[in-house]
């Protein structure tokens, strides 16, 4: 049974930065696919970036050039580091893999 851990949500100012990881068990994590997408107020879960087993990537249009997603398969783990952190990135962070998702890890921008 794979199981996602998410961490590294919480509040911060605008501007500021914030790393989120995904620990992946109950599965071979090296080779497989994993993405973040995200859900903000009163919007639908959207796509963040995903990356593929090799560690090819794609970020959303709204990503690119502050949001790096990664792969650590030592770790059985995926990473997005945010930086430059908006309001409007205000909401719930989730990660998947292989069709599962994790619980989500709430951040929060402050103006």
């Known amino acids: 049974q794979v199981q996602l851990v998410e961490s590294g949500g919480g509040l911060v100012q605008a501007g500021g930065s914030l790393r989120l990881s995904c620990v992946v068990s109950?599965?071979?994590?090296?080779?497989?696919?994993a993405g973040w997408y995200r859900q903000t107020p009163g919007e639908q879960r959207e796509l963040v970036a995903v990356?593929?087993?090799?560690?090819?990537?794609r970020h959303a249009d709204f990503a690119k050039g502050r949001f790096t997603i990664s792969r650590d398969d030592a770790k059985n783990a995926v990473e997005l580091q945010m930086n430059d952190l908006k309001p409007e990135d205000t909401g719930v962070y989730y990660c998947?893999?292989?069709?599962?998702w994790g619980q989500g890890t709430q951040v929060t921008v402050s103006s």
């Open positions: 109950g599965s071979i994590f090296s080779g497989y696919g």
């Open positions: 990356i593929t087993g090799p560690g090819l990537t």
């Open positions: 998947t893999f292989r069709n599962t």
